[in-house]
């Protein structure tokens, strides 16, 4: 791995680094649920530096991490010609992975010391409340410098929001807070800890191992938020 630091000045260019320099992916290294046994590594440290500051988008050993919810999506096209269709796993395939025997290593190495999200988003309806798969995100930047010299560098602060687009199929979501067990077809333990919407009122599933990997502990969170131990839970889509 090269200690190397890769700055780059926006979002673009960030993912475009991380998708260059990614550890590749082992197809031994799927299991047979389809989910990728290991967090994604870079061999190269990545920083993303705007207007607010720069922030590392790697940790310890490469691993991939402060990617919100579309920026994963955006790797995911990105690695798609190298390792066909990627995904985020939905909380029923999640749970599954806990407490079927070929998701130990997946729930060992991904969910109990990381956190993940589902790829399932909700919104406001007439209803209350509707939730569909991510299929698609747009980016929507805006420059933070108008005017440069000719020897600067013209930067752009971080997307500043995001164009989601969503299938329209059947999510298995908890629907009152506490514990479960079951969702959708799948049965295992887990404890759902609500939805917290952002000001647009959107909020992204997410999920880890909770302490010691016990049960499942699932919640809905703002799609934009970043976290040191947030990771790419990496998935082959279903045939």
């Known amino acids: 791995m090269t200690t190397t630091l890769a700055v780059a000045y926006t979002i673009e260019e960030a993912l475009s680094e991380l998708a260059k320099n990614i550890i590749p992916l082992r197809e031994a290294d799927f299991n047979s649920l389809g989910a990728y046994n290991y967090p994604p590594r870079s061999e190269r440290p990545v920083s993303l530096k705007t207007e607010d500051g720069e922030r590392e ?10 990617l919100h919810l ?23 395939r999640q ?32 209803g209350g409340r509707e939730y569909g798969k991510v299929v698609k995100v747009e980016p929507i930047a805006r420059p933070s410098q108008n ?21 329209r199929s059947h999510i298995a979501i ?52 970043r976290d040191d131990f947030g990771v790419l839970g990496t998935w082959r889509k279903p045939s």
Request: aromatic share 10%.
């Open 57 to 66: 988008l790697t940790r310890k050993e490469g691993v991939i991490v402060r």
């Open 95 to 126: 749970l599954q992975a806990c407490y079927h025997p070929d998701g130990q290593l997946y729930k060992e190495k991904v969910l109990i010391p990381f956190w993940v999200y589902t790829g399932e988003m909700g919104r406001k309806s007439e």
């Open 174 to 225: 908890p629907t009152k807070n506490g514990y479960f067990d079951r969702i959708g077809d799948v049965e295992g333990k887990g404890d759902w800890n609500g939805e917290y919407q952002d000001e647009n009122g959107r909020s992204a599933v997410g999920c880890d191992g909770g302490s010691g990997g016990r049960r499942l502990i699932a919640y809905a969170v703002g799609p934009l938020l």
């Open 70 to 92: 579309p920026e994963q999506v955006l790797l995911f096209q990105m690695l798609e010609p190298r390792y066909g269709p990627l995904e985020h796993g939905s909380l029923e």
């Open 147 to 167: 005017i440069v010299f000719e020897d600067e560098k013209m930067q752009q602060s971080d997307t500043t929001d995001y164009k989601f687009v969503l299938r």
